[in-house]
């Protein structure tokens, strides 16, 4: 009876909702750049377009196949859905799934595993909107309070975080890091001076330390 209830309700059900639910996902966020653009005919130039797909593309674009192969064993139809219109998937929603099913002793694969990780990640979905919205709400009005110069240096947020994960990789490896920081620089120096076009800046950066990284490898000088 469980089985037949899986097969022939459940499933049917997840598919049904999670498909109309994702299709809205992307309603929802291609639907302002679609307003702009046929309704008050902002569109940004071609160039734009593909040097912001390029930049995304070469830095996680690899993602895109990887994480659904990787972790629908772990999550199942039901929490993939989830999991892709959510976000946070490896960070957050991959952890809960497997602590939930680590605690209700199912695993991870089988249809009981499948239902426990969608639970589990549905409860860290409610948290973490929760807690996102009263962090919004009232980030919102500390910023209205702080001083203009402390506004302005919070908006170097960004590039710290990425300084402090290379600093996070560089410990791992010492010999490989000063030669990437300084591809990064001339690279950043290249595009500024317009050496070097933006859209290739990430791409190239990325391409050119895997190749050095492989070639110090095999010569033995990295591990």
Do not use: D, H
């Not at 001339?186 to 290739?200: Q, W």
């Amino acid at each position: 009876m469980n089985e037949n209830t899986y097969e022939k309700i459940y499933l049917p059900y997840i598919i049904k909702w999670g498909r109309r639910t994702n299709w809205l996902g992307v309603l929802l966020s291609f639907g302002p750049a679609f307003m702009l653009a046929v309704v008050f005919g902002v569109v940004p130039p071609f160039t734009a377009i593909l040097n912001g797909f390029i930049a995304i593309a070469s830095a996680v674009g690899v993602v895109w196949f990887v994480e659904p192969i990787s972790y629908f064993p772990i999550i199942g139809v039901s929490g993939t859905y989830m999991a892709f219109i959510s976000g946070n998937i490896g960070n957050l929603r991959i952890p809960c799934a497997m602590v939930a099913q680590k605690i209700a002793g199912v695993e991870p694969g089988t249809k009981e595993g499948t239902i426990i990780a969608t639970l589990g990640m549905a409860v860290s979905i409610v948290v973490n909107t929760v807690i996102l919205t009263a962090g919004v709400a009232a980030g919102a009005q500390v910023l209205q309070q702080m001083p203009k110069p402390v506004v302005s240096a919070l908006q170097l947020l960004l590039p710290a975080l990425f300084g402090a994960i290379f600093t996070q990789f560089a410990i791992k490896k010492l010999t490989l890091a000063p030669i990437v920081l300084v591809i990064s620089i001339l690279v950043a120096l290249g595009v500024r001076a317009k050496v070097i076009p933006g859209f290739a800046s990430i791409l190239g950066v990325v391409f050119l330390s895997i190749a050095i990284g492989v070639f110090l490898y095999k010569k033995g000088m990295v591990k």
